[in-house]
């Protein structure tokens, strides 16, 4: 019996540019949390997607010499895109939406002119400044040293016809929204909002564009594009059916439960996201919680500074649940948190590899080694000995969901790993290497093993929305454990006589020396340009001043007859006699654009035989491949240099 709906929702990324581990991070969060609400039994819908429009993409697409849809397509759909990225990090949502989604765009168009007709957008003028990494609007009076308060960007200036949104008028009931009720979370960025944005006077906003195209138009007043975060905003209704018939889960799934979100969008989320649906009347999300950032060397990473880290890079050496997990044990979710590797990989060796990854492989192990595939039916318990580890497993799943529900992974995790602990430890305390010792000392030995594979079977399943496939592998290895939320807070679910199954260590121990070089390795900027491989054989001097290079200049240039490679060259070599060179560079150049040049020769080859006719010399040039493809440049002379020249 399902619990109930609740919906929950990640931002929608700008696909300007591939995404990155910051990006990554909320949208793990937001995995964690729907898939824990699953466990719970409740009938969840998670909602991620992309924020397609706006100046920023069409001035990227523009660079890139492809249309906006096309730039954003690739981004979001081409290889190593959003939607692959996803799939990796193995993010279960229910519903993708595309802010170009034919089904939005007519939405918001709807709603646009709704807020029309009801007169909280209205026409004017608007004079003022404008960042465009942002998308966002400023007074004069907000920006921050002339610049951008959000980002520290500079700012534009722009006057032009537009729409606005009465903001203003709903700034007593946005602040009573924040400060009276628990809508905005972590309540430090309430004080932020409401002393920053709201307290110093809420300007009505500027909710349309005329100066460039890729937008959602204003359908009633043509040159105008909806704004970017109207745009935006709306998603969390429309991917539900408002305004559209391409869904219908409105009724059941509107108000959002939560929306998490960066700290830098909490504005648009906390004030022009409730007034917007004040003004129509709408139900309001239940929460907004403001995640903080992944700093890199203490800064925000951005594509434009050039300091993001790759997640595919990540996943792919350490495992998809081993970066989920670090993620979310290693910082505070409201708070911002400073990424390193070797935060990292001590993560991965401590709490994975060291603390669960040895408990379930001693565990099933010793299991095994001592009973064979089941443990015997036939257990003693010592009260004195197993009390404690018993209880703190019984109350686990209780203390988790506290700090669960108030989106604080790093603490509910903070408490499975304390169990963890406890449980080698217990391992120690019972030493069962010594019980095995004796024969009547086995059903004591039985039941410490059936307490550990109990205590491994709830913490395995209390991370089932942080590592899912680690815990499903783990359920395999106790025998296809029961790891249903009523089981976790429950012990002695297994049969007395469970059944293990052995497998290879979950997560190896990594070598944080060797690690660290590799990844700095990786992480160094890679050239498109490919050169090839210097000689390893040593010329001696003398033999390489036999060689006679010599200027050389083209009298004529012909293409060789059924030869799609070689030109034939007649070479002025300052002899007196032509000299004939046929060189394989069809694919580079065209015949008559070489006629008069300076080029270098050597001279003293033995002359060859191609396709029948002679070559007397070779023509130097340089090679190196970009991007996979191979290129050629013939060396050329100073035209000055006469021909015949010799070069040494
Ligand atoms: O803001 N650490 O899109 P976006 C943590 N389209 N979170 C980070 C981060 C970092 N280093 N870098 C980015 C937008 N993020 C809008 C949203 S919603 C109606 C429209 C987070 O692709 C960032 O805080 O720029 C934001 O919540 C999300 O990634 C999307 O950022």
Not at 11 to 24: D, Q, V
Not at 314 to 324: C, N, P, S, T
Not at 357 to 365: D, K, P, Q
Request: proline share 5%; net charge negative; with cysteine.
């Amino acid at each position: 019996m399902s619990k109930g709906n609740f919906y929950i929702t990640t931002p929608i990324y700008y696909p300007s540019a591939k995404l990155h581990i910051g990006h990554t991070y909320c949208t793990v969060a937001t995995d964690a949390m729907a898939r824990y609400k699953r466990l719970q039994g409740y009938n969840v819908k998670f909602l991620t997607g992309t924020d397609e429009h706006g100046q920023k993409i069409e001035d990227k697409a523009k660079e890139a010499g492809c249309t906006p849809q096309q730039f954003v397509d690739d981004i979001v759909l081409g290889q190593g895109g959003v939607l692959d990225l996803w799939k990796l990090m193995n993010i279960s949502y229910d519903r993708f939406i595309r802010t170009t989604d034919d089904y939005h765009v007519a939405a918001i168009q709807k709603i646009f002119k709704k807020m029309y007709d009801n007169g909280d957008i209205y026409k004017g003028k608007y004079a003022g400044k404008y960042c465009k990494p942002c998308e966002s609007f400023w007074t004069e009076s907000q920006l921050v040293d002339g610049k951008c308060p959000d980002c520290g960007r500079e700012v534009q200036g722009t006057e032009e016809e537009a729409y606005f949104f009465r903001l203003s008028k709903y700034a007593d009931r946005i602040q009573d929204l924040l400060e009276n009720t628990d809508f905005l979370e972590p309540r430090s960025r309430v004080h932020e909002m409401v002393n920053n944005f709201i307290k110093p006077g809420l300007e009505d906003l500027c909710v349309s564009r005329t100066s460039f195209t890729w937008g959602v138009p204003v359908d009633f007043d043509e040159g105008h594009v909806v704004y970017v975060w109207i745009d935006a905003l709306f998603n969390y209704m429309t991917a539900l059916g408002f305004c559209n018939d391409k869904y219908d889960d409105l009724q059941a799934f509107w108000p959002a439960d939560v929306h998490f979100v960066g700290k830098e969008i909490v504005r648009f989320h906390s004030i022009i996201w409730p007034a917007m649906l004040m003004s129509l009347d709408l139900p309001l999300p239940k929460k907004v919680f403001g995640h903080g950032w992944l700093l890199l060397d203490g800064g925000k990473m951005s594509k434009s500074k050039g300091n993001v880290v790759d997640p595919y890079i990540l996943a792919e050496r350490f495992g998809v649940d081993a970066l989920r997990f670090f993620l979310l044990r290693s910082f505070p979710f409201g708070s911002d948190g400073n990424f390193s590797n070797e935060l990292l990989i001590s993560t991965i060796n401590t709490d994975l590899a060291n603390d669960l990854g040895n408990l379930v492989s001693r565990t099933v192990a010793m299991a095994q080694k001592y009973f064979g595939e089941k443990l015997p039916a036939q257990q003693v318990e010592d009260p004195e000995l197993d009390a404690e580890l018993v209880a703190m497993v019984s109350g686990l799943r209780d203390k988790y969901e506290e700090h669960m529900e108030h989106y604080a992974f790093q603490n509910a995790l903070a408490e499975v790993f304390k169990v963890i602990s406890r449980a080698n430890k217990y391992i120690d305390e019972n030493a069962p290497w010594v019980l095995a010792k004796r024969e009547e000392n086995k059903p004591r030995l039985a039941r410490v093993l059936y307490n550990l594979l109990e205590t491994v079977r709830v913490c395995a399943g209390l991370l089932i929305p942080f590592t899912p496939a680690t815990s499903e592998e783990i359920a395999k290895r106790l025998g296809g454990a029961a790891m249903d939320w009523d089981s976790l807070n429950a012990f002695g679910v297994l049969p007395a006589d469970v059944a293990t199954l052995a497998g290879p260590a979950l997560f190896p121990r990594i070598d944080m020396e060797k690690e660290l070089a590799a990844l700095e390795e990786l992480s160094k900027p890679k050239s498109e340009i490919e050169i090839e491989p210097y000689a390893e054989e040593a010329v001696d001097f003398d033999t390489f001043c036999k060689s006679d290079f010599r200027a050389v200049k083209v009298k004529d240039c012909q293409p060789v007859k059924k030869s799609d490679k070689l030109l034939q060259f007649t070479l002025d070599d300052g002899t007196g006699t032509d000299r004939q060179i046929l060189s394989g560079i069809a694919k580079f150049y065209k015949p008559e654009e070489l006629i008069g040049k300076t080029l270098l020769a050597i001279t003293n080859l033995p002359p060859r035989k191609m396709m029948g006719r002679e070559s007397c010399g070779m023509l130097l040039s340089a090679i190196h491949t970009v991007k996979g493809e191979e290129k050629l440049n013939l060396v050329m002379l100073d035209d000055a240099i006469p021909a015949g020249a010799k070069l040494c």
